[in-house]
């Protein structure tokens, strides 16, 4: 359903632009901090796409890093860096995931368990729970319901970088909001992919959390505020496996 074939690259070059990896990234570093993990953890990262995050933990200093990602094109674009050395990933969907080594951490940034529909939702978080360590840490972000649902509402927002022109179109229904992502280049190249995002309420998530053996240490707005505004996109959560 969420292939990331044609928009890796576009998604690669310009989603920075929309969120900063760098909140996650001290947001990530700061749990750690609280929670006992140290750089010599071992941390996957679930729809690690082309790999910036992990990227960005090895300059940090983390040693045993690990992704994985459903799409081969985003894989590809994350094995381009040769910086990667030492980082090992995994084309495929988390679902179908299983590992002899436990993590310590497990992390899931920028909307990757929105891409889960519902009926999916438990297996996925069992599975995160699976293959962390006792007291491992699951680090993940969903998108506020009310912020797709005003997403939903505008319909598009197009936007143009250089001499790029980007457009998102929305299609809003009760359970998903389908984001129709679309590029055209100076050329006239266009390309243009579908994407659908599961909206979820906090309380469904935490219950499912709950369900599947999490505890929720700590939950964020944005990864940067302690209560939501009518501005917030993301709710943040670090969960301990209980
Ligand atoms: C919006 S991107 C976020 C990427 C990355 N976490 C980041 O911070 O930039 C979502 C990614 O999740 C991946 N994804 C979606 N469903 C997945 C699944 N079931 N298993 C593994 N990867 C998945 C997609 O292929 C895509 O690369």
């Not at 995994?90 to 590992?99: A, C, E, G, P």
């Not at 929105?114 to 993940?140: D, S, V």
């Not at 927002?157 to 389908?178: A, E, P, Q």
Request: hydrophobic share 40%.
């Amino acid at each position: 359903m969420n292939s990331y074939t044609k928009i890796a690259a576009y998604y690669s070059k310009f989603s920075s632009l929309f969120f900063s990896k760098k909140d996650i990234l001290r947001f990530i570093e700061k749990s750690f901090l609280n929670f006992g993990d140290k750089k010599d953890c071992k941390i996957l990262d679930i729809g690690c796409a082309d790999a910036k995050l992990l990227f960005l933990l090895k300059r940090r200093g983390f040693e045993k890093l690990y992704g994985i990602d459903i799409s081969l094109k985003m894989i590809e674009l994350a094995l381009k860096r040769t910086f990667l050395k030492g980082i090992k990933l995994y084309n495929l969907n988390f679902l179908n995931f299983t590992s002899r080594k436990k993590f310590d951490a497990v992390l899931c940034t920028m909307d990757v368990v929105n891409h889960i529909p519902k009926k999916e939702i438990f297996g996925f978080f069992k599975n995160a729970n699976t293959i962390l360590k006792k007291n491992g840490i699951f680090i993940f972000d969903i998108n506020a319901k009310e912020y797709l649902q005003k997403l939903g509402k505008r319909r598009f927002i197009v936007k143009k970088i250089g001499g790029t022109l980007l457009r998102w179109k929305f299609s809003l229904n009760s359970r998903y909001l389908k984001i129709n992502f679309s590029v055209r280049e100076k050329n006239g190249e266009n390309v243009s992919e579908d994407v659908y995002q599961f909206i979820y309420d906090e309380e469904f998530i935490e219950n499912a959390l709950k369900d599947c053996g999490f505890e929720v240490l700590k939950k964020v707005y944005d990864y940067r505020l302690p209560f939501k505004t009518k501005f917030s996109s993301k709710v943040c959560y670090v969960c301990k496996k209980s």
